[in-house]
């Protein structure tokens, strides 16, 4: 990223990029792109080009920051569901062992 100007609409559309990805539960695809956006949104923002025009700067930065709250929910909801698949898990493996052990 270093040496080429970012501008908000390509942060903008990684952002709907990563959204899509973490809705399909490509979740090492979207680990990828984040690091990439994050390094994208530091090169963007080291000049004035990103906030020249303040209107669409404010525009893309408002839906930016509703996508970004969106990819938390859903990666919170998804961290919730695999909690609750590994405890069952651990549930089963305990009973395995208490009925092994009573044998």
Do not use: P
């Amino acid at each position: 990223m270093t040496g080429k100007k970012i501008s908000l609409d390509q942060i903008l559309s990684m952002t709907r990029q990563l959204h899509k990805l973490v809705s399909t539960g490509e979740w090492e695809e979207a680990d990828k792109l984040e690091n990439i956006r994050h390094s994208a949104i530091q090169a963007c923002f080291a000049s004035d080009e990103a906030t020249k025009d303040v209107v669409v700067a404010t525009m893309c930065i408002k839906e930016i920051q509703q996508l970004d709250k969106e990819i938390i929910e859903i990666s919170a909801k998804a961290r919730r569901e695999i909690g609750a698949e590994l405890n069952k898990i651990q549930q089963g493996r305990a009973a395995i062992s208490a009925y092994r052990s009573a044998e």
